[in-house]
């Protein structure tokens, strides 16, 4: 057995096989073959795979995200077949006499850079969906399987880190853990754990190295952050004993359900999920979660090769409202840009992404994209109680702004006769220290605040939160962080609207107490999160407010 110790981001205990996802294939090598026939035979056989395969996953989307979204299964399926391409891989062949695979490869860059070279923006989106049907026959053809984690049962996903491109395709059912060498206890990984409920382990370092594990039997523990290879029976019997804890856990928290989230002297609070793909419904459903207080909507971009339309988004968006029968669902706006990179945005490279073209700056540079979503989001809203959130506000002239953008879209969708509610909340995250500063003129021109408390921290403390090696300078409990926070739901009051949090310190038992002695209406957790949080909340008793504060106060 080996132990390995890294950083807990999602508790739980894990037993299985350790599946290293690769990001990057290795160079294609280049060979003659002798027998040119049989190699165009190993191509044209491969390629009715790859079909066969796309075929396969167009039904399962079918069933999982509709027609809109199942249709780049059957886009790609025609590519494999397209004359040109296949004209080229069969010409480098036999003019050749090379392996069909670095035929592939050297047509899938060649094609890739065409489409890239080209001035027409959906032409140049086309390169991406190239070097997804040539990595796909190049999997085939190495005898990979043919998803990053195809397996007959669910296994431990290992990997340096993942981007929130790769977490949100992945096959959630086929998911027992995540594992990574790097990545913080904030980053897309983590989160998405959290929203699963499963156990993840961050920050393993570079000793966790996929050629010496992958395939092998591992245990993790998502709360004390340790991997065990080859655990032995003693290990493994703690931790299926520790297994077993959680689940009777688990079953007596479901006691909660049906009870409001109420401190003992009546003091309400809501308790809410955040959410970032309608297949997490369910965990919500099962978790009794009031509504959902953080739809991440960017799911629908980062899941597509292109812009994905009005009536896609407006399907995805009435799932969710529909599902949720009246409980109110806050959808924010697409929160595109420095970790969450979509290659057909085509945004520049910056020096300090986290900083720069994103979220609400991408939205109100190029308004396009963001009235097609305003209209999806107002036409949902007749299906549910819908509420739209704003991310990366930093002034009173952003939200003006898109307050101006909003009413067009209302005006239009008036003038068409389509069906919305009125009445939508509109509000914003308070995410950078400028806008906790300013939230009493903020307060003034929206219904409500939710403090992202992720980006909170970094900017207030000047912290990269995707950077490992600055974990200990990362302080969600930073004096300066509570501050702004209380701030703001003192400012949001004072002005008659209602303020939550929906950043991951909303689900941090040791302040709760603190949240609610600040007045905070409403916090939104990941759905694993919410009935424990609803215990905590029925276990305090706050009429000793002032004490709470004066003691906030002492340690601040």
């Known amino acids: 057995m080996k132990s390995l110790q890294g950083s807990g981001a999602s508790g739980g205990v894990a037993i299985g096989t350790l599946k290293f996802y690769r990001h990057d294939r290795q160079l294609v090598s280049r060979r003659r073959v002798e027998d040119v026939q049989a190699e165009l035979e190993r191509f044209q056989t491969a390629q009715a795979a790859a079909i066969d395969q796309l075929g396969k996953l167009y039904e399962k989307a079918l069933t999982q995200v509709g027609e809109q979204g199942a249709q780049i299964f059957e886009i790609h399926q025609m590519m494999l077949e397209d004359d040109d391409y296949c004209d080229s891989i069969r010409s480098i062949i036999e ?19 065409m489409f890239s070279d080209m001035d027409d923006d959906y032409m ?15 999997r085939v053809l190495e005898g990979e399987q043919s998803d990053a984690i195809d397996a007959d049962q669910p296994v431990i996903v290992a990997a340096d880190d993942l981007a929130p491109s790769e977490t949100v395709q992945l096959d959630k059912s086929k998911i027992l853990a995540f594992a990574t060498a790097g990545g913080s206890v904030s980053s897309h990984t983590a989160i998405l754990a959290r929203t699963m ?36 029976k003693e290990t493994q019997a703690a931790l299926l004993e520790k297994q077993a804890k959680l689940a009777e856990r688990k079953r007596l928290l479901t006691q909660l359900k049906g009870l409001p989230g ?49 009536n896609e988004q ?13 409980k109110r669902v806050i959808f924010r706006t697409l929160d595109i840009g420095a970790d969450k990179q979509v290659d057909y945005f085509h945004l520049p490279k ?16 190029r308004q396009e994209i963001f009235h097609t979503q305003l209209r999806a989001l107002y036409r949902a809203s007749a299906y549910g109680r819908v509420a739209i959130m704003f991310p990366m506000i930093a002034s009173v002239w952003e939200i003006q702004e898109v307050k101006k953008i909003a009413a067009q879209v209302r005006a239009e969708l008036t003038a068409s006769g389509v069906p919305f509610d009125e009445h939508v909340e509109l509000g914003i995250m308070i995410e950078t220290p400028a806008a906790a500063v300013l939230s009493n003129q903020l307060a003034k021109e929206v219904d409500f605040f939710s403090i992202g408390t992720n980006d909170l921290t970094q900017y207030t403390t000047a912290v990269d939160r ?23 739901v003192e400012n949001a009051h004072r002005n008659g609207i209602w303020a939550g949090i929906c950043g991951e310190l909303g689900a941090d038992l040791s302040l709760t107490e603190t949240f609610l002695a600040f007045g905070v209406d409403e916090l939104s957790v990941a759905p694993a999160s919410v009935l424990p949080l609803r215990e905590k909340i029925r276990s305090l008793n706050q009429s000793n407010r002032q004490a709470i504060l004066d003691r906030y106060l002492e340690v601040r």
């Open 197 to 232: 409920g499963i156990p993840a382990i961050i920050g393993l370092g570079p000793e966790f190295q996929a050629e010496l594990y992958d395939g092998k039997t591992a245990a993790i523990d998502g709360a004390t952050g340790q991997l065990y290879i080859e655990p032995d």
């Open 262 to 310: 109420e401190t003992q002297d009546g003091q309400r609070i809501l308790t809410y999920a955040n959410i970032g793909n309608p297949s997490d419904l369910g965990a919500v459903l099962a978790n009794d979660a009031e509504g959902i207080g953080l739809f991440r909507s960017e799911f629908l971009y980062l899941e597509s090769q292109d812009y994905p339309s009005e």
């Open 95 to 113: 003019r050749q006499s090379v392996n069909a695979e670095y035929a592939v490869a050297i047509t899938g860059e060649n094609f890739a850079k």
């Open 466 to 488: 995707q950077n490992q090696d600055l974990g200990r300078f990362y302080d969600p409990h930073h004096p300066a962080v509570l501050e702004l926070i209380r701030l703001t």
């Open 314 to 326: 407006f399907q995805a968006y009435k799932s969710v409202a529909e599902t949720m029968a009246g």
């Open 124 to 138: 140049q989106g086309r390169a991406a969906d190239v070097k997804d049907i040539s990595e796909r026959l190049l």
């Open 350 to 365: 910056e020096e300090n992404p986290a900083m720069g073209m994103r979220a609400i700056r991408i939205c109100l540079t």
